[in-house]
Nanobody
Framework: QVQLVESGGGLVQTGGSLRLSCAAS????????MGWFRQAPGKERKFVGAITWNDDNIYYQDSVKGRFTISRDNAKNMVYLQMNSLKPEDTAVYYCAARSTTVSVQSSAYSYWGQGTQVTVSS
């Protein structure tokens, strides 16, 4: 079992930045692909980005490319989502998720989820 806890969300103005963290416990993350998803009120959970277990590939949803950066520190069992140039449409609950095989853009492919952290971008 892998337990995931997100942190770092909050209220920020348009154009601002936030860094989300995802802390894992229970098992080392070094063998897991990690994904970030977000869910706005009344909408489906959507893929934001994902990183392979060894950092050799990182994928992003088109709307966040160039603004968001995913990184991981397997030694610390941490995954990060650096979000810059935030827009009101980035407002959502952000979740990190773990998958024991390769990355996927499908939320249903991930076995472990955090509880989410709220990001609100004011205009």
């Amino acid at each position: 079992q892998v337990q995931l806890v997100e942190s770092g969300g909050g209220l920020v103005q348009t154009g601002g930045s936030l860094r989300l963290s995802c802390a894992a416990s229970g098992r080392t993350l070094s063998s897991y692909a990690m994904g970030w998803f977000r869910q706005a009120p009344g909408k489906e959970r959507k893929f934001v980005g994902a990183i392979t277990w060894n950092d050799d590939n990182i994928y992003y949803q088109d709307s966040v490319k160039g603004r968001f950066t995913i990184s991981r520190d397997n030694a610390k069992n941490m995954v990060y989502l650096q979000m810059n140039s935030l827009k009101p449409e980035d407002t959502a609950v952000y979740y990190c998720a773990a998958r024991s095989t390769t990355v996927s853009v499908q939320s249903s492919a991930y076995s472990y989820w955090g509880q989410g952290t709220q990001v609100t971008v004011s205009s």
